[in-house]
């Protein structure tokens, strides 16, 4: 077995691997890198968003429908910044995505923080933060998003 050969490939393989998915370079071993009971938190969820997934299905599903409401190609990690952590399996990242709205040729970049648990090379807890806000106004979503804000969907 080569040197370079990962057998047990921790949390920062595995947010190499999630940045190549993103790019959309390797869609392919997604299904490699989530475990079939990951879940998968967006604590800062826009209204009308699930803030929370159980189970790899459940989160394709989700993507695949995502898909068309997100008119983005994702295209450079910059400024990534990854924080071990005191638990072997967990990390923290920060980064921010880079890409271009596809329905309008605007190029922007979001700040992003990712906190990833791995167990036997799989991801199995993603929490991801992100500015909602801004991730609005590059898509030209921000007037509806604000008229989507109601009291009971800030603190549901």
Do not use: W
């Amino acid at each position: 077995m080569s040197p370079s050969v990962v057998r047990n490939p921790g949390p920062r393989d595995a947010y190499a691997r999630f940045q190549e998915i993103l790019l959309g370079g390797a869609p392919e071993i997604a299904d490699e890198l989530y475990a079939d009971d990951v879940i998968i938190e967006f604590p800062f969820a826009r209204p009308g968003m699930a803030k929370r997934f159980e189970g790899r299905e459940s989160f394709k599903a989700f993507v695949s429908a995502q898909g068309a409401a997100l008119p983005v190609r994702f295209e450079e990690f910059r400024n990534v910044v990854i924080h071990d952590t005191a638990d072997p399996e967990v990390i923290v990242v920060e980064y921010d995505l880079a890409g271009t709205v596809t329905t309008t040729g605007q190029r922007g970049s979001q700040s992003f923080l990712l906190v990833l648990r791995v167990r036997g090379g799989r991801i199995v807890h993603l929490r991801e933060y992100q500015n909602v806000l801004g991730m609005a106004a590059a898509l030209g979503q921000l007037p509806a998003l604000l008229a989507s804000i109601r009291p009971e969907s800030v603190n549901p």
